[in-house]
């Protein structure tokens, strides 16, 4: 068999195109994903866990990909990375302040996708389309854009009342997403959340 690459993978190489080109991302090399779709295709293990920070050797990694020394004190491995509404930089305790201001305080898109039935989701206004296609959505609607991380993870916070915030990988992997009104699904989840939202903007 042939060997395409060697190396710790990392988030797949999105290029927008017509089809969408993906790619691994093998250590700084690229291996093209798209023709190698319909073929058998083998992974294997190398036996190495290396820290996705900091390049360590360890036996167990962290918050995908971190050994425990960069896990406990990057940012990027702190709680409110899972949890916006959590946000602490305000507090002067964010574990990288400068990290902090651009990466959190920076402009936040709270939007509609479907990839397995609708969900409500936050990401970066830099980051659209490609946190879409990294989710294998087939539609997807921006809703609410807003100043900061903390601000849309309140607002996804509030929106999952109504609406899931999870993708259902099973039903991603089969293929079993219908099409749907985002525009509709929108109009009802603010009508249910409107007190909510009002209370956010005070």
Not at 55 to 69: D, L, M, V
Request: glycine share 8%.
């Amino acid at each position: 068999m042939l060997e395409l690459g060697r190396g710790a993978l990392s988030k797949m190489s999105i290029q927008l195109g017509a089809p969408v080109q993906y790619s691994f991302r093998l250590n700084d090399a690229l291996v093209p994903v798209n023709p190698l779709i319909g073929k058998t295709l083998r992974l294997e293990y190398l036996g190495a866990i290396n820290c996705t920070h900091c390049g360590r050797k360890t036996n167990k990694s962290f918050s995908q990909g971190f050994c425990y020394p960069c896990f406990k004190k990057l940012p990027q491995c702190d709680v409110c990375i899972m949890s916006p509404e959590k946000c602490h930089h305000d507090f002067g305790t964010c574990r990288d302040p400068q990290w902090g201001m651009d990466f959190c305080m920076t402009d936040h898109v709270v939007y509609l996708a479907n990839s397995s039935g609708i969900k409500v989701g936050i990401t970066r206004a830099t980051q659209l389309p490609t946190r879409w296609l990294d989710q294998g959505a087939s539609q997807a609607l921006p809703i609410m854009r807003v100043a900061t991380r903390q601000q849309s993870g309140l607002v996804e916070d509030l929106l999952r009342s109504q609406v899931a915030d999870r993708t259902n990988w099973r039903a991603l992997l089969k293929g079993d997403a219908e099409a749907m009104d985002l525009v509709q699904a929108r109009e009802r989840i603010f009508d249910a959340c409107a007190e909510g939202l009002q209370a956010l903007q005070t």
